[in-house]
């Protein structure tokens, strides 16, 4: 069955950096667009990152750009996220995702603060 598991999280102050991963199995990893997600108490859940088939493709809503990188090892099926300059708004679960599926890991915790 699908696994998703997501990694990575913890406590970090502002202006820190943290990578999560997730390491993805029981699909064809490789031909699927692969989404970061994240949720905050209260909040709905919102993109934060994609990345085409071969990794040539990302995409970032403008809160993250320039901050975020998202990318992904198809032989290891696992993808990632490089969070740099971490604001205490980018607290949240983070999740993974094979776009357009219904699939989800349980997460990994975020939590910006000093």
């Known amino acids: 069955q699908v696994q998703l598991v997501e990694s990575g999280g913890g406590l970090v102050q502002p202006g820190g950096s943290l990578r999560l991963s997730c390491a993805a199995s029981?699909?064809?990893?490789?031909?699927?667009?692969m989404t970061w997600y994240r949720q905050a108490p209260g909040k709905e859940r919102e993109l934060v990152a994609e990345i085409g088939r071969t990794g040539r493709y990302t995409n970032y809503p403008d809160s993250v750009k320039g901050r975020f990188t998202i990318s992904r090892d198809n032989a290891k099926n696992t993808v990632y996220l490089q969070m740099n300059n971490l604001k205490p708004e980018d607290t949240a679960v983070y999740y993974c995702n094979p776009a357009s599926t219904t699939y989800w890991g349980q997460g990994t915790q975020v939590t910006v603060s000093s």
């Open positions: 029981g699909f064809t990893f490789s031909v699927y667009v």
